[in-house]
């Protein structure tokens, strides 16, 4: 499976998505610049997180604007997954590929460190190898993590199972009812704020998230070798 890491001005967390993807996973993976115009050579699409552009505009405002995020849609329109990771998942929303939206934390102070997450839905492509219910340790790194949406928004990602991680214990940032992750209704683009990439080895505190990264391929493998 061949991922492709985005990479626009301001990405920081481009780095650590290759390195889960290539040294962890043992996959493909290559970086794409932001004014790429092709991404139909890659199988699975991954949005780091950053601070794309300066977050001068609104976060992953600007990003929503260059050309790779046209074929970052005809990706998500074709079925392939799309993960979008703290402000990869920021872009994701202003690009309309997922509901809602991010807002300043509660408490508008940056926030750094560990916390617990619920696997609420692990019937998706992104969470397949983790226990319904499980709960995992994931790092957080955002001041504009705090996922809000209209009630009428709600009420479908509940109806349709899109909420796909909540908070447990704390939630960090005042985020809608402990949203963490949700999905879009077909299934196949998936936004978080935690950093699922920090979390691929013992050695970074916790190898929790590297099950996010074999679901995909697990799901790919099923789907195309024979």
């Given amino acids: 499976m061949k991922f492709a890491v985005l990479v626009f001005p301001g990405s920081n ?3 650590d998505m290759y390195h889960a993807i290539k040294d962890e996973l043992g996959e493909e993976v290559e970086y794409v610049w932001h004014d790429a115009t092709d991404l139909s050579d ?7 997180g950053g601070f794309s552009y300066g977050d001068y505009l609104r976060c992953g405002a600007m990003a929503n604007q260059s050309n790779v995020m046209a074929e970052v849609k005809k990706c998500a329109e074709a079925g392939k997954p799309v ?4 402000n990869g998942f920021q872009i994701l929303t202003e690009a309309g590929l997922l509901p809602g939206a991010l807002l300043r934390n509660k408490n508008l102070k940056f926030m750094c460190r560990t916390v617990q997450l619920k696997v609420e839905n692990n019937n998706t492509i992104f969470t397949s190898q983790y226990e319904d219910g499980q709960i995992i340790n994931i790092p957080i790194a955002h001041g504009e993590g705090n996922y809000f949406c209209d009630e009428e928004t709600l009420a479908k990602l509940k109806a349709n199972n899109q909420i796909v991680f909540t908070y447990s214990g704390e ?3 005042g985020s809608l009812e402990d949203i963490a992750g949700i999905i879009n209704e077909r299934g196949n683009v998936l936004g978080m704020m935690p950093h699922p990439e920090r979390a691929v080895s013992d050695l970074l505190g ?3 998230g590297l099950n996010l990264f074999k679901s995909i391929v697990k799901q790919w493998r099923e789907s195309h070798v024979s």
Avoid at 42 to 48: C, E, K, S, T, Y
């Fill in 206 to 208: 916790s190898a929790d």
């Fill in 171 to 173: 939630n960090p940032n």
């Fill in 83 to 86: 993960l979008g990771v703290c």
């Fill in 42 to 48: 890659f199988d699975g699409i991954l949005v780091p």
């Fill in 13 to 15: 967390c481009d780095i």
